[in-house]
């Protein structure tokens, strides 16, 4: 990438990095319902912690879509939570390459905060938490990540004579 057009004295260095995050009246149904589990897993006040921080690990969850997104040159218009959890909204790859490592980001950073077990009283349960949206984001469902590294692998020449046989009818996934 070339960046000889900034200007550093502005600070704007680090415009290419900052995307827009939108709050859907919806997304505090997502944030009580992190709080609630939470909760059930750790009690009150312990749960209020942990359901924050569920929905901390949502958000960066897209962020790791997002940094992998910019590095690539994927244009982020923006990233939020509404009914259906955290989202981004960003342009098209250019490369299925590109796709996969878009793709396998998120549930990689869910992968890596299972580490924050060492977080006293609620770290454990953070770590499983984490744990359940990296497994969760890799099942194959509509607007997964797992289906988006599905159709990416399906659709790349090294995998094409192994993934479309799992699609055809009569297979057992």
Known sequence: ???AHIQW???IGMYRFVV??????????VVAFCILIG???CGLWRGLA???MIVASLLLHEVGHMAVATVLGVPVREFGLCLRGAYNRRGCASRRRDDLLIACA???TNLCLVSL??????GPQLAFCNMVLCV????????SDGLRILRALRNSKRAGGMIPLLSQPGSIV
Do not use: D, K
Not at 20 to 29: D, E, K, L, N, Y
Not at 117 to 122: A, D, E, M, S
């Open 20 to 29: 827009p995050f939108r709050m859907h009246a919806t997304g505090w149904v």
């Open 50 to 52: 942990l359901g924050a």
């Open 39 to 41: 909760i059930r897993l």
């Open 1 to 3: 990438m070339h960046y």
């Open 117 to 122: 077990l060492f977080l006293p009283l609620i």
């Open 9 to 11: 004295s502005e600070g």
């Open 106 to 108: 998120g549930p990689l």
């Open 136 to 143: 969760v984001n890799l099942l194959p469902l509509p607007s």
